[in-house]
């Protein structure tokens, strides 16, 4: 003959049994109401900020470049050109690309628009088809 001998959490769990099925009970209860509170919650509406009357702000200078609001053919243009190459490259950039701000200011060779770089005989980085500003189009 053999004894079963229950571990004291065993004999604990049976005893009180009936106070834990009321807690699972309890935060069940609570889950499904949160729950439910959640989805019949009204939504929050963000509305988009509108920027009617331009005029009222004046142009910035974000790193050292010029943004103008009212031309955006060209909304970041330095004082030197829209573009930088190179003088031994093959690539132009734009001025805040990583690569343009490691070219020697005396290597650099700058351009009024993509096609006079073009011309020059330089193609595009991947910087300019993935960081061109806002309203840039290309020429």
């Not at 099925?21 to 509170?37: D, E, K, P, V």
């Not at 700058?110 to 991947?126: H, I, L, R, T, V």
């Amino acid at each position: 003959m053999s004894t079963f001998n229950q571990s004291p959490i065993g004999e604990w769990l049976k005893a009180n049994q009936g106070d834990i099925a009321i807690i699972i009970g309890f935060i069940l209860i609570a889950l499904i109401s949160f729950g439910a509170g959640r989805l019949t919650a009204p939504e929050t509406v963000r509305n988009p900020i509108m920027i009617e009357d331009l005029t009222a702000f004046p142009a910035n200078q974000i790193e050292g470049e010029k943004a103008s609001i009212g031309n955006l053919e060209e909304p970041f243009r330095s004082e030197k050109g829209m573009f930088v190459a190179s003088k031994s490259g093959k690539k132009y950039h734009w001025p805040w690309c990583s690569y343009a701000k490691s070219i020697k200011e005396s290597n650099q060779v700058w351009f009024e628009s993509e096609s006079q770089a073009k011309s020059a005989g330089y193609s595009p980085c991947a910087c300019i088809a993935n960081s061109a500003p806002a309203g840039y189009a290309a020429k």
